[in-house]
Structure formats: C-alpha cells, structure tokens
C-alpha cells in the first residue's frame, strides 16, 4: 500500500478501482468523466448519487455506515476519455473541510485489496475538494493525488469543468411593512415645459463590472507586470501548439548582446522535470523544443523561440517558466525592447504579449510562467522578476518559488 502526497502517482495495477473518501461526516462523492480539452462531453458525465451510473463509471453509496465511493472500469471507459477526477464535499451545506480532513482509499474493485491511501493535507475553508484522478498516460492508467479545494461547494467543481448547473432561487425575503411617509407640502403650479426646449435626460445605467478571467475571446492580449491571462478561446481551452517567441536588441547602437532563451518544466510539487535551453533544444519526450542560440540579439523578429505543444505535455508537467539569461554577464541595464509573445504555431496569429518596461543590472530575468489550472487550461502571467544568474541552472529555484 502506498501514502500519497499531493501530486504523486501510482500505476493503476488493477483494471477496475475503487475509490472512497472518508472523513468524519457524511460526505457526497462524485466522478467526472474528461475529455482531452478537461472538460465532460456532456452532463451525463457526471456521475453522483442522483446520476448513479455512466459508461465505466458508477457511484457506489456506503448506506451511512462506510463510504460513498466511485467505481473506475478502465476497461470499459469510452474513447477519448482520459481521466476521471473524483470530487467529495460534506453533506451538510456550507460546511467547510476545516478539521475534518478526509481521506480517499484506493482499492483494486474486484478483490478490496487496497493500492493506495490519500489524506489532503491543510485544509481550511475549503467546501469542496476533487481529491484524487484516475488518468490515462502513454497508453497505461494510472491514479493521482490531487487535493484540490473549492470554497463555492460541488457546483463549483462542476461549473469548472463544464456541468451546467442550475442554482436554486434564493428564497424571496418578506415584504418589509410600508413606511408612513410624511406630509407632502403642496405643489405649486408649474407652468407647461417650453416645447423647444428638450427634456433632460434619464442618468445613464452604472457600466457593468466585468469578473471574469481575461481570456483570448477578444484576440491578442497585452500583458502588464502580474497580469493574468487564460488561455481559453470560445469556452474551449487551447491544447495546441504554441510558440513562445523572445527577442530583444542592444540598449547601445553596435553592440552585440548575446542572451540565452530557455524554458523550466515542472511538476505538482515544484519540482524540476527538465529544463529546455541551447544546449537541450528536445525535452518532455519531444513536447518542447528549441530554436537554437541567437548570439547577437540583431535582426526583426523573435530572437528565439521555444515551441510547446500544450496537448502531448505529460501529464506531471503543470508549470513552465520561460527565462532569459546573459551567460557573457552583461546586464539587462544594457539591453532594450526585451519582451516576450505567445503565438499560434499554427496559424502564426499572436495571442500574448508582454514587453519588459523595466531593467535592473542583472544576468537573468524571468519573463512569463504557464500554470496549467486542474480544469485543464493554461494560465500565462507576465512576470518580469530579475535574478542574478547567467545560465538556466541558477533560475530553476527561483522559478520553482515563483509558481
């Protein structure tokens, strides 16, 4: 039997599993089945007490006396299914998880032998929780520590990745006893309003206040320093490839600036998968690859480029971070017209950009992170955060941090 940690994995070495939360009050277990976009085909992919059954998955009640659990038949799943998230949240509403810590057992479904158990740890106002995935990687099943924690209940967890769900109406209030209003003076006569003269006009509506995430809807999007922007286009997330360009000139006319453009892959926990750079253009089984050194900086255009292709990362690689570094030692006080973009490999079409406005008298700068979010879609922050270090080694701790 294995203990989990958030973000480890297991293969699967059963065909069918089960998977039960526990804690100390009644909990509402569900599974989600996911397509490769992250999202279900359908709401009958959601698969809970009310919706007990779907093609390879089943929800399973204790009755009160053990736990709910979900029922995973890889054997049995429809294509293009990849991975079943299974979610848990208390049964009495609004009850966060604060000191009732739950824990996800993970059983071979045919014989009850246990694979594997995962107690999510810090927990605090959190309502909900997908707390483990069953996921298909180069062909095999595996299952994946999660804790992830939603304080908007199930119909958070549900929204995010695609269910529609209807709210109930918040009960009207009664209605307040009308107040007596006081005596009204009389009104003198008004005389009858000029015709020529045109009415004022009613005050103007207050503008709407947009709360929704910046995503690629309303084409390129410019980045500030720590803005934020998901990478999402017609409700669809974008699982292509795409190509990070970074280019830059010489803050003075004739003067060479050789810097090296570089991407740090990382998994759940921080840590370092690979780094991708000019002296490792392939990594991540060929999901990243390297344009080569640029050893002047001269010339329109990016300077380097880096090309990833969101949908055949493997599935451990939740963080990237996209650094610049001057191995001669020159200062980024010496360059100019830094910024980095994100583009379509496709099509070419720019979707990100983000120009560095700053400099400070260092070797290495961290010009944008990708976080891959667990609904399935990437998110790209502007960073523009200086370190003193002249090769990529020296930036994988602080990009860890940064993430």
């Not at 014989?111 to 483990?132: K, Q, S």
């Not at 307040?176 to 045109?198: E, F, L, Q, S, T």
């Not at 329109?300 to 480029?305: I, K, N, P, Q």
Request: hydrophobic share 40%.
């Amino acid at each position: 039997m294995t203990a989990m940690t958030p973000g480890s994995n297991i293969p699967l070495t059963a065909a069918r599993v089960a998977v039960d939360v526990a804690a100390p009050v009644r909990l509402d277990v569900s599974g989600l089945l996911l397509s490769a976009n992250g999202k279900v085909r359908s709401d009958d992919d959601f698969i809970f007490y009310n919706q007990p059954a779907g093609p390879g998955v089943a929800y399973r009640s204790g009755g009160g006396a053990a736990p709910d659990a979900i029922v995973v038949d890889t054997g049995a799943l429809p294509a293009g299914i990849e991975r079943i998230v299974v979610t848990a949240s208390p049964d009495t509403a609004g009850q966060t998880f604060q000191g009732i810590e739950p824990t996800a057992t993970i059983r071979n479904a045919d014989d009850g032998t246990v694979l594997a158990t995962f107690t999510p740890p810090r927990l605090a106002t959190e309502t909900a929780l997908v707390v483990v995935e069953i996921y298909l990687r180069n062909g095999a099943w595996k299952a994946r520590a999660v804790g992830q924690g939603y304080a908007n209940g199930l119909a958070g967890i549900a929204t995010d990745f695609g269910v529609s769900v209807d709210e109930e109406p918040a009960a009207a209030p009664a209605p307040a006893p009308a107040p007596v209003a006081p005596p009204v003076p009389p009104v003198p006569p008004v005389a009858p309003m000029d015709p020529r003269v045109a009415a004022p006009a009613p005050p103007a509506p207050p503008a709407p206040v947009s709360t929704g995430k910046i995503n690629l809807d309303k084409g390129r999007v410019s980045l500030q320093k720590n803005q934020t922007v998901s990478l999402v286009k017609g409700g669809r997330p974008l699982l292509s490839q795409v190509k990070m360009g970074l280019g830059w000139e010489p803050a003075y006319r004739g003067k060479d600036i050789d810097l090296d453009a570089s991407v740090i892959a990382y998994g759940p926990q921080r840590n370092h998968l690979d780094s991708c750079y000019f002296g490792k253009l392939t990594i991540l089984g060929g999901s990243i690859r390297h344009s080569g050194d640029n050893l002047t900086g001269e010339g329109a255009g990016d300077d380097e480029v880096i090309t990833v292709d969101l949908g055949r990362l493997p599935a451990d690689a939740t963080g990237l971070v996209f650094t610049v570094n001057s191995f001669s030692g020159q200062k980024f006080t010496e360059v100019a017209k830094a910024y980095c973009r994100l583009l379509d490999a496709t099509t070419g079409e720019e979707l990100v950009r983000f120009d560095l406005t700053t400099a400070e008298p260092q070797t290495g700068v961290m010009m944008a992170k990708l976080i891959k979010q667990f609904s399935g879609e990437w998110e790209m922050t502007a960073m523009g955060e200086f370190v003193k270090s002249r090769t990529v080694r020296g930036m994988v701790k602080p990009g860890a941090q940064a993430l």
